[in-house]
């Protein structure tokens, strides 16, 4: 038998609670419903997403795939203009309008006055957005300050994804816990130093980012773009009253450590939002992510694939209190959404 074949069945007999529904009406406040990154539209029947939602108590879809233009047109025809208040889209802007001096803030003023309702900043810079002098272009540069000050001029959240696990900069070798995914997804890698920025450069930068801008709401998305150290987030949180994070994609990593995790949400209830990150939604990941949030379950999967693509262990539940349930699920994100009167 080969390593990669081993499907170890743990023996342990722990609780096993079911949870198919939020225990309030969930806003899932980071999602991809768009063309942006499936090539063509991430839901393919609007109406059975609709039935999802209803069966397991979602009542609101955050779409970060907007774009501009006339894609954040589509998007919003599809979703926000059809179906009222079940679906919220975000705008992105054009990175090759960096250096064209108010380009920036001009978009992202007509993706608002279209109906935006935040700014979705992707990896990529950071990443890969380099300016036309070639040069690689980190979310601190301060050619971006007009678009984030616009942001807070027009009271719209910036969710922002800054690098990746830390794991996808280590090197591709026995040692790195995420070798299984990184050998599927190559392109996942930043190892290379000649070619990327160092993971703690880009939290350098996304710290310096948000204390440059405390008038302008940011959501660090996937814990805070750094969920393997809870430490820093709990800081740059207590730090900087502007900032808000997500758990999208990351309960793999929270659940491996809940006490932590734990202490961070109950420190800082107002500042967590529920996300899932996972297109299209399907029924079984809102059941995981509800059994997580609620339960006090130990051991129990991340994922119903096999292997787990983000990573060969199990998670506990926190059993967050009914008050915390209700801020992470709905009242933070509704509040950064203008849904609060």
């Not at 036309?132 to 000050?149: I, Y």
């Not at 405390?214 to 959501?219: E, G």
């Not at 529920?274 to 379950?297: C, M, S, V, W």
């Amino acid at each position: 038998m080969k390593l990669s074949e081993y499907r170890p069945v743990p023996r342990l007999r722990v609780p096993e609670t079911s949870v198919p529904r939020a225990a309030v009406p969930a806003i899932d406040a980071h999602n991809h419903l768009g063309r942006w990154l499936t090539g063509g539209w991430a839901v393919q029947d609007v109406g059975a997403l609709l039935a999802l939602m209803d069966s397991c108590n979602v009542r609101t879809i955050v779409n970060l795939d907007g774009r501009w233009g006339d894609e954040l047109e589509a998007n919003l025809d599809r979703y926000d203009r059809a179906h009222p208040g079940r679906f919220y889209t975000y705008c992105h802007v054009d990175w090759d309008d960096i250096g064209r001096e108010g380009a920036l803030a001009d978009s992202l003023r007509r993706s608002v006055a279209a109906g935006a309702r935040g700014l979705k900043v992707w990896k990529d810079l950071g990443l890969h957005v380099r300016d036309s002098a070639g040069q690689l272009v980190l979310p601190d540069d301060p050619r971006l300050g007009e678009l984030w000050e616009a942001a807070a001029e027009l009271r719209v959240p910036v969710a922002i994804h800054t690098a990746d696990p830390i794991a996808f900069f280590d090197p591709v070798d026995e040692r790195n816990e995420r070798y299984e995914q990184l050998l599927a997804h190559p392109d996942w890698s930043f190892a290379d130093p000649s070619r990327f920025p160092r993971f703690d450069r880009l939290m350098d930068a996304l710290e310096d980012l948000v204390a440059a801008h405390p008038r302008t709401v940011f959501v660090a998305v996937h814990a805070g773009c750094q969920a393997e150290d809870l430490g820093r987030v709990g800081r740059m949180l207590a730090a900087y009253p502007n900032l808000h994070i997500d758990i999208a994609a990351r309960i793999a990593e929270l659940g491996r450590q809940p006490r932590a995790t734990l202490d961070l949400i109950t420190r800082f209830p107002g500042r967590v939002l529920f996300g899932t990150d996972e297109f299209p939604p399907n029924r079984a990941t809102y059941t995981t992510h509800f059994r997580f949030l609620e339960t006090k379950d130990e051991y129990f999967p991340h994922s119903a694939e096999d292997p787990p693509l983000m990573g060969r262990w199990h998670i506990s539940g926190l059993g967050l209190s009914s008050n915390v349930l209700s801020c992470v699920y709905a009242d933070n994100a509704a509040r950064l959404l203008g849904l609060c009167p």
